[in-house]
Nanobody, 121 residues
Framework: QVQLVESGGGSVQPGESLRLSCAAS????????MGWYRQAPGKEREFVAD???????GIADSVKGRFTIFRDGAKNTVALQMNSLKPEDTAVYYC???????????????WGQGTQVTVSS
């Protein structure tokens, strides 16, 4: 079974920073990509950032220049460095492992349980 565990969420003031981390565990053979999505109250889940196994990142326009995604492929971990946070960044942030091949088959996508980020003065 593949599991994703996120950490690093919390409450901050506008302009401050947070770093989210996500670790994938289980009998994993390979992961094509890892990424972050977010869902604000009353809104649909939206793409934030992702990164391929080769290290190529994709960043949503709404966070470009403020958020950076990092991946440690050897450890199946991904991190999201969030700087200059704004109130509109408030959401539950979800980690996603994309096209995972593991002992139970695949490729499948997997989601973490989510971590809350609140930006408020």
């Amino acid at each position: 079974q593949v599991q994703l565990v996120e950490s690093g969420g919390g409450s901050v003031q506008p302009g401050e920073s947070l770093r989210l981390s996500c670790a994938a565990s289980g009998s994993i053979f390979s992961i094509d990509g890892m990424g972050w999505y977010r869902q604000a109250p009353g809104k649909e889940r939206e793409f934030v950032a992702d990164i391929t196994s080769g290290g190529s990142p994709g960043i949503a326009d709404s966070v470009k220049g403020r958020f950076t995604i990092f991946r440690d492929g050897a450890k199946n971990t991904v991190a999201l460095q969030m700087n200059s946070l704004k109130p509109e960044d408030t959401a539950v942030y979800y980690c996603k492992a994309i096209r995972v091949r593991s002992a139970i088959g695949g490729p499948y996508d997997y989601w973490g349980q989510g971590t809350q980020v609140t930006v408020s003065s």
